[in-house]
């Protein structure tokens, strides 16, 4: 029984569905991401599992794409990874002092009806010049008000991708080790947060 109570421990808690608003391959959201999903499985935190969510294949939001009440085979993907996802985790690069077209698109879809958004716990991190990505996180916050989407407060991370020492290698991949840290306090937070929202608690998960 006590073999049993430890692997039941270790099964994941939540889901996450991690979306990068940025299509670029070398991406440095998209290494904030790919660096959550290894503080996940190496570390790990457990109760917790991330999987980066592709929102390339999706076309621009047009409601004549929706017929007889069904979405594009591609938005009917997406649309059911996120009403599986517990919790949400946004990386989301800055453009012109808001989110990204992509992004946008992906959350629009999402939002259709019935919206897939709706009673989930969020985290966003963000990457970039200056702000560090700063504006378009306040941006998606306000978004998310509509969605009903529940943000973790604090801790906030803005990475000054450009400042040293070095945050990124050349293919995006996040190399600083505070940084590291730092966001591994945001996926601790994200986690207490969505099992707050679940009426659970972080002592019951054995149970």
Known sequence: MEGETSAAWK????????????????????GLVRS?????DGEPIEGMRIELIDISSLPFLNTDLEVGGA???AVEA?????READAILFASPEYNYSLSGPLKNAIDWASRPPNCWADKAAA??????????GRAQY?????????????????????YAFQPP??????????DRETKERLKKILLSLLAFTLRLQ??????RSG
């Open 139 to 159: 941006h998606l916050r306000q978004v998310g008000v509509y969605l009903d989407l529940h943000f973790i407060n604090k801790p906030e991370l803005f990475v």
């Open 166 to 175: 070095e945050k990124f290698d050349s293919d995006g991949n996040l190399i």
């Open 78 to 82: 997406f649309r059911e990874k996120i």
């Open 124 to 133: 966003v991190v963000s990457a970039g010049g200056n702000f560090g990505g």
């Open 11 to 30: 099964k994941p808690v939540i889901n996450v569905a991690a979306i990068c608003g940025s299509l670029r391959r070398a991406s440095f959201n998209r």
């Open 71 to 73: 979405y594009p085979p």
């Open 199 to 204: 009426g659970k608690s972080e002592d019951s």
């Open 36 to 40: 959550a999903i290894e503080i996940c």
